[in-house]
């Protein structure tokens, strides 16, 4: 059994918490979101913590207890410091350029793909190869990477595509001869 939930959620300064019964409004210097707390689990707010603790002993009391809590955890992060997801594009000819609305994608296509950029987020072309994902909601921030990604996922044979930073792509070998 995890004990995720037993650990407190820490508010650091200038990221103020509404509570209202089982809503929840955290803003911050990126921002604000709201987060609506599932009635099997009880927050209360201890000076800078945020407590959370199961209503029963039920298993999907105890579910939602420690996913309520990082829901919060991740909330509290994204306002005060927000989430970055880094892109890296493999190929010949592969590109990408970013404006305040489009994200524009050369991607082998017969045509350029253009991807809108949602509200709350922005995306950075740093390199024609590397595109920067940031916003304070993570759940966005990781949905967005993984569309983009989507449009042309790595393949394993000379690794073109678009992939995280983070990961590595098991490369096969060719025919032989």
Do not use: C
Not at 26 to 43: C, M, P, S, T, W
Not at 92 to 104: F, H, I
Not at 108 to 120: K, L, R, T, Y
């Amino acid at each position: 059994m995890s004990r995720v939930g037993k650990n407190p959620v820490v508010v650091p300064a200038g990221v103020t918490v509404d509570l209202q019964g089982q809503a929840l409004k955290v803003k911050g210097k990126r921002g604000e979101l709201a987060f609506v707390v599932h009635d099997d689990v009880e927050i209360s707010r201890d000076g800078a913590n945020l407590n959370f603790k199961p209503r029963g002993e039920s298993r999907r009391a105890r579910m939602q207890w420690g996913t309520a809590r990082n829901l919060v955890s991740n909330m509290v992060r994204g306002v005060s410091d927000g989430f970055t997801i880094n892109l890296e594009i493999n190929g010949v000819g592969y590109r990408a350029a970013a404006d305040a609305k489009n994200l524009k994608l050369q991607l082998g296509f017969s045509h350029d793909v253009e991807v809108p950029i949602p509200a709350g987020i922005q995306i950075r072309a740093v390199k024609p190869t590397e595109i920067e994902i940031t916003g304070a909601d993570r759940q966005r921030v990781g949905q967005l990477a993984a569309e983009i990604r989507s449009l042309r996922p790595p393949e394993p044979y000379k690794g073109k595509g678009i992939k995280y930073s983070t990961e590595t792509i098991r490369r096969k070998e060719g025919k032989k001869k």
